[in-house]
Every structure is written in C-alpha cells, then in structure tokens.
C-alpha cells in the first residue's frame, strides 16, 4: 500500500515537473519589440500604458506619427511638441529607446513623395522630434533611413528603418477611377533611391545578427488593394526579394503602418529558407472601422479594423517569434508564430 502511495506521489511530482517545464519553455521571451503608427497628436492615446505592460525593450513608429499635412514648418514643429508633451508618451519614452521611420502626414502631405518641396525641413523637425543628436550623421544627409544592432545574451536583432518617402517617385494614378494607383509599368521610378539602395545591401551583407527587422511605412506584400504600397513600384519589390535572397540574411521579417487597418501577409520567396512576413499595425488612435474586405493573396489571419498596436516577442532557443495584434486593455486580437531554421 505504501509502495502504491509513493508511487502516486512520484507521478505527481514528474506531471507537476513536466507541466512546469512547458510553461517556462512556453513563457520563454528574450526580446520585445512594440510598434504602431497612425497616429493623431490631439486624439485620446489610450495604448501607451498598454503597450508598456508588455515590458518591451524598444518602441517603433510606423510612419504618421503625427498628422501634420501643411508647408507650414512651425505647424508641424508644434504638432510635434504636442505629442512629445502626451503624458503616457512620455512615460514610454522615459523608459525604453524609441525608434522610428515617418510616413506621409508626418512627412508634410498626404501621399507624396520626392517632389514634396519641403522634405529638407521636414527631416529635422523628425530628427528634433525623435532625439537625434545634432551631430548625427542623418543631420546632413537626405533620409531618415538607419539600423541599430541590438544584443541580447542569447542573440541579437538588427533593427532596419527605410525611409520610402523621401526619394519615392511620382505614383501613378488609375485614371479609370477603380483604384486610386497602378503599378508603374517601367522600372524608371524609385522607392527608396540609389544612396539608400546602397546603404541598405551593405547594412544586410555586413550583418550577422540573429533576426533582421525591417521598418516600412507602407505595405510590403500587400498590393492588390490600389493604394500606397511597394506594390505600385514591381521592380522595387523584385529588387528588396532579390537582396534578402542574395545576402542570404537571417530570419529576415517587415513591419508596416499606413492603412489604417492590421493583417499579416506571408509569401514564399525562392531561395529564401523562410516565408517573408509584413506585419501591418495601424492605428494607434483611429482605424478603417468601415472596412469591408480587400483582396490580399498573401494574408494570413483576418483584417483587424479597431484600433491597435504590434507586439513582436523573440525566443532565440527556439528560433521563434511570436507576433501579436494587441488593442484595449492589451487584449490579443490576432496572433501568429513563426519559427525560422537554426543556421
């Protein structure tokens, strides 16, 4: 009877044992990062204390950090301080490095690109806006375009941001009326320009970091809905293909803002051992609440058209990255995990 008792005893011991070691296994997060865009300065922020419950050790912007949309410099300066002076914001920053790309709105007006004439000042309200030194090297050269290298104990992640509007070419429009732009048809327009072309292959041929993290404005993958993407530009969606292909960069992923909506798309590229994911996360104070469906070959998941932010939480044993669509009071709208192979 004893025997039995201690027998009871010890499959106890080994189930509780086990059950504990999956838990810890499941609850396994090495690095955090959290980002949004679509951002309104006079709106209501509710998501910053949010996004802090997650514990992240970087915050991203998106692009449309503010809504500016004017030549008005000192406008768009003052938008700036206003949301530099939200209280939540400013607690996220006090905590955690903050890291950015802008978009449109922030940039100075809604779709533009190369041609806007106020691009140079415009750049250094975003640099004042996000603590750029003045000495910085991005002080004095076109684009907002950089990367940070981030170190963990069990890997690191290398943080790209892309500038696409700065040397964006003209869009073209769909006279039609069905769509508001078209592809172009030759390979004579540009996204992100021959310096920042350049710039980007050596930050990817030089890197040896664990997980590459590329920050986009705009949709990389999704491209059939006839807005702003790098959908309207296909040479410079085969071109970025081609370099991740080349450079055979590890575990390579895209976050994405501007739609005003939140999905996840995934492609298989030849000669890349992973699917490509863009995680689009938008807005973080305002959404399309009437979307009513787009087609999207890539996506995975479903269309999030509430208000949200992206949480990205990385498992270097695994090799797993757990991506999160979170809204209010840090609920978990959609969730998917991708692993990537060991190298």
């Given at each position: 009877?004893?025997?039995?008792?201690?027998?009871?005893?010890?499959?106890?011991?080994?189930?509780?044992?086990?059950?504990?070691?999956?838990?810890?296994?499941?609850?396994?997060?090495?690095?955090?990062?959290?980002?949004?865009?679509?951002?309104k300065q006079n709106s209501p922020q509710p998501f910053w204390?949010?996004?802090?419950?997650?514990?992240?050790?970087?915050?991203?912007?998106?692009?449309?950090?503010?809504?500016?949309?004017?030549?008005?410099?000192?406008?768009?300066?003052?938008?700036?301080?206003?949301?530099?002076?939200?209280?939540?914001?400013?607690?996220?920053?006090?905590?955690?490095?903050?890291?950015?790309?802008?978009?449109?709105?922030?940039?100075?007006?809604?779709?533009?690109?190369?041609?806007?004439?106020?691009?140079?000042?415009?750049?250094?309200?975003?640099?004042?806006?996000?603590?750029?030194?003045?000495?910085?090297?991005?002080?004095?050269?076109?684009?907002?375009?950089?990367?940070?290298?981030?170190?963990?104990?069990?890997?690191?992640?290398?943080?790209?941001?892309?500038?696409?509007?700065?040397?964006?070419?003209?869009?073209?429009?769909?006279?039609?009326?069905?769509?508001?732009?078209?592809?172009?048809?030759?390979?004579?327009?540009?996204?992100?320009?021959?310096?920042?072309?350049?710039?980007?292959?050596?930050?990817?041929?030089?890197?040896?970091?664990?997980?590459?993290?590329?920050?986009?404005?705009?949709?990389?993958?999704?491209?059939?809905?006839?807005?702003?993407?790098?959908?309207?530009?296909?040479?410079?969606?085969?071109?970025?293909?081609?370099?991740?292909?080349?450079?055979?960069?590890?575990?390579?992923?895209?976050?994405?803002?501007?739609?005003?909506?939140s999905e996840f798309s995934k492609k298989d590229i030849p000669?890349?051992?992973?699917?490509?994911?863009?995680?689009?996360?938008?807005?973080?104070?305002?959404?399309?609440?009437?979307?009513?469906?787009?087609?999207?070959?890539?996506?995975?998941?479903?269309?999030?058209?509430?208000?949200?932010?992206?949480?990205?939480?990385?498992?270097?044993?695994?090799?797993?990255?757990?991506?999160?669509?979170?809204?209010?009071?840090?609920?978990?709208?959609?969730?998917?995990?991708?692993?990537?192979?060991?190298?």
């Amino acid at each position: 009877m004893k025997l039995q008792i201690y027998l009871v005893f010890f499959l106890l011991f080994i189930i509780k044992y086990v059950s504990a070691q999956e838990t810890q296994e499941k609850e396994t997060v090495d690095f955090v990062i959290a980002f949004g865009s679509c951002n309104k300065q006079n709106s209501p922020q509710p998501f910053w204390e949010e996004i802090l419950k997650n514990k992240p050790n970087v915050f991203i912007w998106g692009g449309d950090n503010i809504y500016g949309d004017s030549d008005d410099m000192s406008k768009i300066a003052d938008d700036y301080k206003i949301q530099n002076s939200n209280f939540g914001y400013q607690k996220l920053k006090s905590k955690i490095p903050i890291m950015a790309t802008w978009d449109d709105h922030d940039y100075g007006k809604n779709d533009v690109g190369v041609e806007w004439h106020k691009k140079k000042e415009s750049q250094q309200l975003f640099l004042d806006f996000i603590g750029v030194a003045k000495d910085d090297k991005r002080r004095i050269r076109d684009g907002i375009y950089t990367s940070q290298l981030f170190e963990t104990p069990k890997g690191t992640i290398k943080v790209i941001i892309l500038d696409t509007r700065y040397f964006r070419g003209i869009l073209r429009k769909d006279i039609t009326g069905k769509k508001r732009y078209l592809p172009h048809e030759n390979n004579n327009e540009t996204i992100l320009g021959e310096k920042q072309w350049v710039w980007l292959e050596k930050e990817l041929k030089s890197s040896n970091a664990d997980f590459h993290i590329l920050v986009s404005s705009i949709q990389f993958l999704s491209g059939e809905h006839g807005w702003e993407s790098w959908a309207n530009f296909p040479d410079e969606v085969l071109k970025l293909q081609e370099l991740i292909s080349e450079t055979e960069v590890k575990n390579c992923l895209i976050l994405s803002g501007d739609r005003h909506i939140s999905e996840f798309s995934k492609k298989d590229i030849p000669m890349i051992s992973y699917p490509l994911v863009d995680f689009t996360s938008s807005g973080l104070t305002h959404a399309y609440t009437k979307y009513s469906g787009e087609p999207n070959r890539y996506r995975t998941g479903k269309v999030i058209a509430i208000p949200s932010f992206g949480v990205l939480r990385f498992d270097f044993d695994r090799q797993l990255v757990t991506m999160q669509m979170r809204g209010t009071n840090n609920a978990v709208l959609q969730e998917i995990k991708q692993e990537y192979l060991k190298k």
